[in-house]
T-cell receptor
Framework: DAGVTQSPTHLIKTRGQQVTLRCSPKSGHDTVSWYQQALGQGPQFIFQYYEEEERQRGNFPDRFSGHQFPNYSSELNVNALLLGDSALYLC??????????????FGDGTRLSIL | AQTVTQSQPEMSVQEAETVTLSCTYDTSESDYYLFWYKQPPSRQMILVIRQEAYKQQNATENRFSVNFQKAAKSFSLKISDSQLGDAAMYFCAYRNPMNRDDKIIFGKGTRLHILP
């Protein structure tokens, strides 16, 4: 039973560039959430996708956007990269109708470094 | 807005001993979930234990247990018989099931060192 998978594992970009991160949810899950974890900090919620639509997003600018595909996989896009975007980006999946207490399952993350 | 505070950036414990990690949170809701997640150097966020606010009984998972004090908004994690594999970052987290987006709010974490 495959868990949450993210690609790539590491990525190095320069300021001003654009990046796309990918996530495949755990088998049977239909909801994907994205988090940004800066060095030494806890993860911060970016947004969540369900039924190919974005739900309420966290306090992140419009440079952060995403997409969910019919197979429930998701992409996180960041435009006009800033040095402050350097972080570990975590993807978590869950089942929307799984009940209130079912946990989100996290992937290993993508480490994004901005030079 | 809900917040989660972990006041211990780092802690150390001798192998086989017991350690308690502290967490406080702020919310105006009466129904919510609290979690402790473990993040080893492999980076994957692993759920350690979960507590539902409407349950008075403290959750227990093998060597891991919590002390949930709802009135004080306190949620500490006790690790008994510490093992080398317990070394990791530990995050306290909050989730309000009434939030449609199902987001989790994390504290800044406590780095736990296990001394052999």
């Amino acid at each position: 039973d495959a868990g949450v998978t993210q690609s790539p594992t590491h990525l190095i970009k320069t300021r001003g560039q654009q990046v796309t991160l990918r996530c495949s949810p755990k088998s049977g899950h239909d909801t994907v959430s994205w988090y940004q974890q800066a060095l030494g900090q806890g993860p911060q919620f970016i947004f969540q996708y369900y039924e190919e639509e974005e739900r309420q997003r966290g306090n992140f600018p419009d440079r952060f956007s995403g997409h969910q595909f019919p197979n429930y996989s998701s992409e996180l896009n960041v435009n006009a990269l800033l040095l402050g975007d350097s972080a570990l980006y975590l993807c978590a999946s869950s089942l929307a109708m799984g009940g209130d207490n079912q946990p989100q399952h996290f992937g290993d993350g993508t480490r994004l470094s901005i030079l | 807005a809900q917040t989660v505070t972990q006041s211990q950036p780092e802690m150390s414990v001798q192998e086989a001993e017991t350690v308690t990690l502290s967490c406080t949170y702020d919310t105006s809701e009466s129904d919510y979930y609290l979690f402790w997640y473990k993040q080893p150097p492999s980076r994957q966020m692993i759920l350690v234990i979960r507590q539902e606010a409407y349950k008075q009984q403290n959750a227990t998972e093998n060597r891991f247990s919590v002390n949930f004090q709802k009135a004080a908004k306190s949620f500490s994690l006790k690790i008994s018989d510490s093992q080398l594999g317990d070394a990791a970052m530990y995050f306290c987290a909050y989730r309000n099931p009434m939030n449609r987006d199902d987001k989790i709010i994390f504290g800044k974490g406590t780095r736990l060192h296990i001394l052999p």
